[in-house]
């Protein structure tokens, strides 16, 4: 029984701990013919890896990817691809002290308590160390939309660090890419840096919420019931290390509105239906409308922190414990990247899901 990969058609498999020698992942379903390359990949994972500012970890991780198989002359051959990001900033021993205890917030003793044995080694398979290989993954995805859907794009940034929110009247596309914490509110990246500073000084943390756009997604990807486009949105992005809560469109905040204000009305434009607005976040009934697709996920605050906290032994003795070694005061920062590669993989899934089904065929209007 694995519980390593995801996916319908366009299936991904990871491997490999924070710790080990590699991670990596196996691209199985991804289309013939698509133009793929290692430098393609790394322009992704450059967004991801560690060490390129003080509000990451100091990991110094070159998170260089290897195509072992399944692309050849710069085209995937259809065939299962592997990719391979080598781990070479280990420092094993930061984590000595912990190996008989648990470490609040971590899932050291969930993994315990199932498995009966651990890597203590910066958590293994439980470290965020493991996205870098989602995110090789989603850049063989983006490629293949490239392909299928020029017009696509996804486009992931932060909206809240802590009580923080941002001011959506500042909104900038352009801004997302000039701070290193990947948000639109130019004035918010200046206010986050002064509060994650002095986070990071004391040797605490902070969580974040990340939103995740695609546009340019025609109507009529997903399923009803039980294959739909955002439930495996939903899946995709929860199944990210410290996410504790997903949303698609208004979310939660649907609870609060009324049925004259959710409900988005539907006018015939020039080239098909529009819409005066998008509480639905660009999906109903589980299928995709033609408008942007809007998720939003939650990151709790990082556990690996430099404060004391209690906790017991894997005997049940009681013990105090701080988490040594180099960790993010804000793991959302290094989340947005990754939540933009699940998209890519989910929307891919969905369109080679929907070619199967439909054939591309559509119900007309007008």
Same mark, same amino acid.
């Given at each position: 029984m694995s519980?390593?990969?995801?996916?319908?058609l366009f299936r991904v498999t990871t491997w490999g701990e924070s710790h080990g020698p590699a991670l990596g992942a196996t691209v199985d379903g991804c289309p013939p013919g698509v133009p793929v390359d290692e430098a393609m990949l790394q322009h992704w994972l450059?967004?991801?890896?560690?060490? %390129?500012?003080?509000?990451?970890? %100091?990991?110094?991780?070159?998170? %260089?990817? /290897?195509?072992?198989? !399944?692309?050849?002359?710069?085209?995937?051959? !259809?065939?299962?691809?592997q990719? @391979? +990001?080598?781990?070479? *900033?280990?420092?094993?021993?930061?984590? !000595?002290?912990?190996?008989?205890k648990f470490?609040?917030?971590?899932?050291?003793?969930?993994? $315990?308590? /199932?498995y009966g044995i651990r890597d203590y080694r910066g958590g293994g398979r439980s470290s965020a160390r493991e996205t870098a290989a989602r995110v090789a993954a989603g850049g063989v995805a983006r490629a293949a939309l490239a392909?299928?859907?020029?017009?696509?794009? +996804?486009?992931?940034? @932060?909206?809240?660090?802590?009580?923080?929110?941002?001011?959506?009247?500042?909104?900038?596309?352009?801004?997302?890419?000039?701070?290193?914490? $990947?948000?639109? *509110?130019? %004035?918010?990246?200046?206010? $986050? #840096?002064?509060?994650?500073?002095?986070?990071?000084?004391?040797?605490n943390s902070v969580g974040a919420v990340i939103e995740v756009t695609v546009s340019g997604t025609p109507a009529g990807l997903g399923?009803?019931?039980? !294959?739909?486009?955002?439930?495996?949105?939903? #899946?995709?992005?929860?199944?990210?290390?410290?996410?504790?809560?997903?949303? +698609?469109?208004?979310?939660?905040? #649907?609870?609060?509105?009324?049925?004259?204000?959710?409900?988005?009305e539907i006018l015939m434009g020039e080239d098909g239906p529009v819409y005066t607005t998008n509480h639905a976040g660009g999906i109903l009934g589980g299928i995709s409308t033609g408008q942007d697709i809007v998720v939003r996920f939650a990151v709790k605050p990082t556990s690996s922190i430099l404060t004391t906290r209690r906790t017991i032994t894997k005997s049940g003795e009681p013990a105090e414990i701080i988490t040594k070694g180099r960790?993010?005061?804000?793991?959302? +920062?290094?989340?947005?990247?990754?939540?933009?590669a699940m998209a890519a993989c989910v929307v891919l899934d969905h369109l080679l899901l929907d070619r199967g089904q439909t054939g591309g065929v559509r119900g007309p209007i007008g």
């Open positions: 519980m390593n990969t995801f996916g319908h450059d967004k991801r890896k560690p060490g %390129q500012n003080k509000f990451t970890t %100091q990991r110094r991780e070159p998170d %260089q990817v /290897k195509i072992l198989s !399944g692309v050849f002359e710069g085209r995937t051959t !259809g065939t299962s691809i990719l @391979m +990001i080598e781990n070479t *900033d280990q420092r094993s021993k930061d984590y !000595g002290d912990i190996a008989e470490r609040p917030g971590h899932a050291d003793i969930t993994y $315990w308590q /199932k392909e299928l859907m020029p017009g696509l794009k +996804i486009t992931g940034y @932060m909206v809240q660090m802590g009580p923080k929110v941002i001011d959506r009247d500042r909104f900038d596309w352009d801004e997302i890419a000039r701070n290193p914490f $990947w948000t639109p *509110d130019p %004035q918010a990246a200046t206010d $986050w #840096a002064d509060y994650l500073d002095e986070l990071r000084k004391d040797g399923a009803p019931i039980y !294959g739909k486009l955002d439930t495996d949105l939903a #899946a995709a992005m929860m199944s990210i290390n410290a996410v504790k809560g997903v949303e +698609i469109g208004e979310g939660m905040a #649907a609870a609060a509105l009324t049925g004259v204000d959710n409900a988005d960790h993010d005061p804000c793991v959302g +920062i290094r989340a947005v990247p990754v939540g933009e």
